[in-house]
């Protein structure tokens, strides 16, 4: 059952000129393994992890390190979530987040799609 939906968009250039104002915060958004990539790779992370926030309803106990996009076998793009990210993420009971990046023409944007494990006819009401 979908439990929460978020979509972002992130200007490249711009977040490329906010980056080079303030270089602190390529290490306090991203993770080790992303650091070294190119501006418009970072965007689309930016995004994602915004898109991330938003399907989960807030942004209590998420902290942006502990978010990392990473690649399977075939290119596509998944979370790989870390400490308290990942206990709020199973404590909300999210069984499945489902990630789209893109980037073209100086945007870049990420949809998020949360899923949880139950029945939809259910009476109990999710955020």
Same mark, same amino acid.
């Given at each position: 059952?979908? $439990?929460?939906?978020?979509?972002?968009?992130?200007?490249?250039?711009?977040?490329? #000129?906010?980056?080079?104002?303030?270089? #602190?915060?390529?290490?306090?958004?991203? =993770?080790?393994?992303?650091?070294?990539?190119?501006?418009?790779?970072?965007?689309? #992370?930016?995004?994602?992890?915004?898109?991330?926030?938003?399907?989960?309803?807030?942004?209590?106990?998420?902290?942006?390190?502990?978010?990392?996009?990473?690649?399977?076998? =075939?290119?596509?793009?998944?979370?790989?979530?870390?400490? =308290?990210?990942?206990?709020?993420?199973?404590?909300?009971?999210?069984?499945?987040?489902?990630?789209?990046? =893109?980037?073209?023409?100086?945007?870049?944007?990420?949809?998020?799609?949360?899923?949880?494990?139950? &029945?939809?006819? &259910?009476?109990? $009401?999710?955020?």
């Amino acid at each position: 059952m979908i $439990v929460g939906i978020g979509v972002d968009l992130v200007d490249i250039a711009r977040f490329e #000129r906010t980056i080079a104002r303030t270089p #602190r915060l390529v290490d306090r958004l991203f =993770s080790g393994g992303e650091r070294a990539l190119k501006p418009h790779s970072l965007a689309a #992370r930016y995004a994602a992890k915004e898109a991330l926030i938003k399907a989960l309803g807030g942004s209590d106990g998420v902290h942006w390190t502990e978010i990392e996009i990473t690649a399977e076998a =075939s290119g596509r793009p998944v979370f790989t979530l870390t400490g =308290s990210t990942a206990t709020v993420v199973a404590e909300r009971g999210i069984t499945g987040l489902h990630l789209s990046l =893109s980037h073209d023409a100086g945007l870049a944007t990420a949809y998020v799609v949360a899923e949880a494990a139950g &029945d939809p006819d &259910d009476d109990e $009401v999710t955020r």
